[in-house]
C-alpha cells in the first residue's frame, strides 16, 4: 500500500510534468529507478535542462496540450494568459475564447525588461489593449510585468487577488513566453514552498499539466506552451536561439536609409527599402544579430556568395534546415507609424514620414505584418 501510494504521489515529474517512467531512457519521462525515492522528483530531462542547460528537445503532440487547454473550459477558473511582449503577435493565442469558454483571461504581459530603457508603461499598456481587443480577445485586465527580473509583478500579485475569487488559477501562453518562470516567482516572493519548475532558454520545456497547490486547496497549473509555427524562434534550430533571442534590454539601432538600399539581418531576413523618401528606420531586434548594408542592386549577388559566413548567422549548416524565403511587401502610408513586425525577430520602425514600399524576405511561414508602432 505504502509502496502503490509513493508511486502515485511520483509518478508525473515536478519540474515539467510528464509522465514518468523507467524503461526507455531515450522517450520521454525517463527516470532511472534508483532516482526514483528522492524527492523533489524530476525526470531525467529536466536533470540536465537545470544542471547542464541542455537544449533537449521532446517532440510532444500538439493535440494533447490543445485537449489540456479545451477542458478549462468545462472549469470553473481564472485564466492568465501570458504573453511574450518581445514576440507581441507571435505568442497571443487566437481564438482563446474558444478554448476557455466563460472563464475570465487576465492578460499578462511578460519581458517588459527587454525594452529599451526608457520605456513610458502607460502609453505601453494602451498599446497592448488596443493590440488585444484588435486580436478579438476579451480580458477582464492587462498587466504588464518581468517575471524573470522581477518588474511589475506587484500588479500582477493585485489582480490575481482581485480576479481569483477562491478558484483555479490555469497558467496559458505560447512557448517560452515566461509561463513557468512566473510561477517560480509566485513561488519563490509569496510561498514557504521548496519546489521548482523547470525553465529554459529553449521553447517546449513544460510537457504536461503541472498543479501548484494554493493555500486554499486550489491550484495554480503550469502548462505546456502552445506550438505556433509561425514564430522564428521555433523554425531555427536551438543552437541559433542564443543569438535570435535577446536576454538584455534591447539597444535599437537606427539606420538612415536611401531608397534602393537593402539591409540583411545576418543571413535570416532580408530588408529592402524599394521606394520612398530618405528615411530612418528602427531596429529592434537581438543586439548578437549582425546588421549588413547594401545597394538593393547587388543584395542577391551578396547573399549568393556570403550566406551563413560574412554575413552572419545562422551558419550554412543551420541554414539547411530553415525554410527558403518568401518576400512580403509591404506598404507605409507617408504620416503613419508603423512596425515590421517579425515573429520571434522583433521589429523595425517606420517613421513613414515619406511613406516607404518595404520588400521583406523571410523564412516562409514566419509571420510578418505592419502594426501600429509599439514604441
Ligand atoms: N528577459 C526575460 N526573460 C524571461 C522572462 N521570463 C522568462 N524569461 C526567459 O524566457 C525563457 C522561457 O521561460 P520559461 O519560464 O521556461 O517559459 P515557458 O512559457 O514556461 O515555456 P514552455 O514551458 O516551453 O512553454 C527562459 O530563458 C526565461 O529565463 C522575463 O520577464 N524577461
Ligand atoms: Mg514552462
Known sequence: MKEQQLSQASSSCAGCGVQLQSEHPERAGYLPESAMGREPVICQRCFRIRNYNEASSVAVDQDDFLKLLGSIGSTDSLVVHIVDLYDFEGSL???????????????????IDLLPKAMNVNRLRNWVQKQAKEEGLRTVDVVLCSAKRNMGFEHVIEALDKYRNGRN???VGATNVGKSTLINRLIRDYSDMER?????????????????PLDDDKAIIDTPGIVYSSRMTEVVPRSFLGSLLPDKPIKPLVYQ?????TLF????????????????????ISNAL?????????ADELYADHRGQLLGGPTLEELETIPAWTRHSLRVKRGENKDVFISGLGWIQVNGTGGALLDIYAPKGVKVMLRDSMI
Open 93 to 111: 493565442i487566437s481564438g482563446l475564447q474558444r478554448f476557455v469558454g466563460n472563464n475570465p483571461v487576465l492578460l499578462v504581459v511578460n519581458k
Open 169 to 171: 488559477v490555469y497558467v
Open 257 to 261: 536609409l536611401n531608397s534602393s538600399q
Open 265 to 284: 539581418i545576418g543571413s535570416l531576413v532580408r530588408f529592402d527599402f524599394v521606394e520612398g523618401d530618405r528615411q530612418s528606420f528602427t531596429f529592434y
Open 290 to 298: 549582425n546588421i549588413h548594408r547594401t545597394k538593393l542592386e547587388r
Open 196 to 212: 521548482e519548475l523547470t525553465t529554459s532558454r529553449y521553447p517546449g520545456t513544460t510537457l504536461d499539466a503541472v498543479h501548484i
